[in-house]
């Protein structure tokens, strides 16, 4: 049977993250084929109210010091085993039953086992993988699947635009299940509280790290249209990525936007101009903020 490992990062969140592990007991089919791998803060003692003796489930705990979301997911990956890796929040709810089975079904379809599959998520639905599902033949051709640069956001992007860029050279491996629900209870949605893990997230920090993250990307693709072609794999290394800070005036930030987006024609043109308007707007928002921080 194909294991299944959920990769979750959770910090202060003992009740919502029992939440999300009595709403796993609850929906899956086969439990056996399980495993569960939660990095937890060394200074987080909130972890030992996590009730994990009170459901079926295979859990690992990874105590460790505090690191950033790609770090977080780059050690819970090491340590599974599973032939299908999900990632995780722990402010979910599983709603749809045997999602297990309906996702199994989906992954059984594809020979060489190279997709991103991604569930209804009732906030970003098809707009976006919030919760991406990878197999562990495409996370090892990535090498680095999750880059620990990315310090709380933009890994399900850095996966999709590898995927939009392999559905581009004509091999769509982007599967949206409309039908599993994995809810994401966001307090942006009313559906939690602002609590200190929300509030400690810096929402623009990774803006930067995914512009500087496109040459890997570009690499990405490649070794998955060699791998789908069955052709040599490469050894390739991704050291030495120079993030830059954020431009201080908008024409810098205009002209980086352009050269990594706009210019990138690896890449469809409703995508390069979606992700250049994005990247100009939440530069200016967060230019916005800081100056009112700054005043107040």
Not at 270 to 282: A, D, E, I, K, P
């Amino acid at each position: 049977m194909t294991k299944i490992s959920l990769l979750i990062p959770t910090r202060g969140r003992p009740k919502i993250l029992n939440r999300l592990l009595e709403s796993i007991a609850q929906n899956t089919q086969n439990l056996a084929n399980i495993e569960i791998i939660l990095y937890i803060d060394e200074d987080d003692k909130s972890h030992e109210e996590i009730r994990s003796q009170s459901f079926t489930l295979t859990i690992k705990k990874l105590i460790r010091s505090k690191a950033t979301m790609g770090a977080c997911n780059t050690a819970c990956f090491k340590e599974s085993t599973g032939d299908i890796i999900i990632l995780l929040n722990d402010d979910v709810v599983m709603r749809t039953a045997n999602w297990d089975r309906i996702l199994t079904n989906e992954t059984s379809k594809i020979d060489d086992q190279i997709y991103l599959i991604y569930p209804n998520d009732l906030f970003k639905q098809k707009k976006l993988p919030t919760f991406p599902i990878l197999s562990r033949r495409t996370c090892e051709l990535l090498q680095d699947p999750f880059p620990a640069a990315y310090k709380g956001s933009f890994i399900e992007t850095q996966l999709f635009d590898i995927f939009i860029r392999l559905k581009y050279q004509g091999f769509d491996r982007i599967k949206y299940l409309d039908n599993v629900i994995f809810e994401h209870m966001h307090h942006r949605l009313d559906k939690a509280a602002l609590d200190q893990t929300y509030k400690n997230r810096n929402r623009f920090g990774d803006d930067f790290t995914f512009v500087a993250f496109t040459n890997q990307r570009q690499t990405q693709t490649k070794q998955l249209i060699r791998a789908i072609n069955k052709q040599p794999i490469t050894d390739d290394t991704f050291k030495n990525i120079i993030i830059s800070a954020a431009p201080k005036d908008c024409f810098s930030a205009l002209s980086l936007f352009y050269k990594n987006f706009m210019a990138d024609k690896s890449l469809p043109i409703m995508y390069r101009s979606y992700l250049f308007y994005y990247h100009c707007v939440r530069y200016l928002a967060a230019k916005i903020i800081k100056t009112q921080a700054d005043t107040a």
